[in-house]
């Protein structure tokens, strides 16, 4: 079984200032691992995605993500924060069941930029 | 820009008021999900198509059904909604390719559900 640990469920950042949201997974195969944004009232948005390409994954928005197999992480960062960015992330690990692709979610991590 | 498209935005019903939710692609992908997501929490899986095979989750309530009359379209119907279904809905298409870990799963912007 897989799942995800998302380990911080508030982050708060100054605005410019870099941006770090944790994320650790746990998957019997080769995961695939996403980063989604949920800002208020919208649906979610895919920031990124890794699938056993480059373990450097850049996404839009500036965000980008590193998988690490030997510490189970795929943390989102960003070297610059803006207040546009505040919203709610979620880690989402992908693995294939019969006909579909099941997400498992992290409990999300909501960020808040501040001037 | 292709993309998914879910109408109303927002739905106000009454309590045992059967309501639907509309759900249309042009991504062309063959399956097809809905979500229930409640405030301050991740997505839950409701059920998916898989072309025109339905595709239920054990713990998903009666109360729920669904529709896909086509690739594009996909409705969720809730037959008598109670206080508790009050949530935002979001659908999700992905194409099948294979891929060992899944595919991509692209989201609409969702139909926030209010129950009187």
């Known amino acids: 079984a897989q799942s995800v640990t998302q380990l911080d469920s508030h982050v708060s950042v100054s605005e410019g200032t870099p941006v770090l949201l944790r994320c650790n997974y746990s998957?019997?195969?080769?995961?695939?691992l996403f980063w989604y944004v949920q800002h208020p009232n919208k649906g979610l948005q895919l920031l990124l995605k890794y699938t056993s390409a480059a373990t450097l994954v850049k996404g839009i928005n500036g965000f980008e993500a590193e998988f690490k197999k030997s510490e189970t992480s795929f943390h989102l960062t960003k070297p610059s924060a803006h207040m546009s960015d505040a919203a709610e992330y979620f880690c989402?690990?992908?693995?294939?069941?019969?006909?579909?692709?099941?997400?498992?979610f992290g409990t999300g991590t909501r960020l808040q930029v501040t001037l | 820009d292709a993309m998914v498209i879910q109408n109303p935005r927002y739905q106000v019903t009454q309590f045992g008021k059967p309501v639907t939710l509309s759900c249309s692609q042009t991504l062309n992908h063959n399956v097809m999900y809905w979500y229930q997501q409640k405030s301050s929490q991740a997505p839950k899986l409701l059920f998916h198509?898989?072309?025109?095979?339905?595709?239920n989750e054990a713990d998903t309530p009666d109360n729920f059904q669904s529709r896909r009359p086509n690739t594009s379209f996909c409705f969720l119907d809730i037959r008598s909604p109670g206080l508790g279904d009050a949530a935002m809905y979001l659908c999700?298409?992905?194409?099948?390719?294979?891929?060992?870990?899944?595919?991509?799963?692209?989201f609409g912007p969702g139909t926030r559900l209010l129950v009187l």
């Open positions: 198509y898989y072309d025109k095979d339905f595709n």
């Open positions: 999700a298409t992905s194409s099948d390719s294979g891929y060992p870990s899944g595919e991509t799963q692209y």
């Open positions: 998957s019997s195969y080769s995961p695939s």
């Open positions: 989402v690990v992908s693995e294939r069941a019969g006909t579909a692709s099941k997400l498992t």
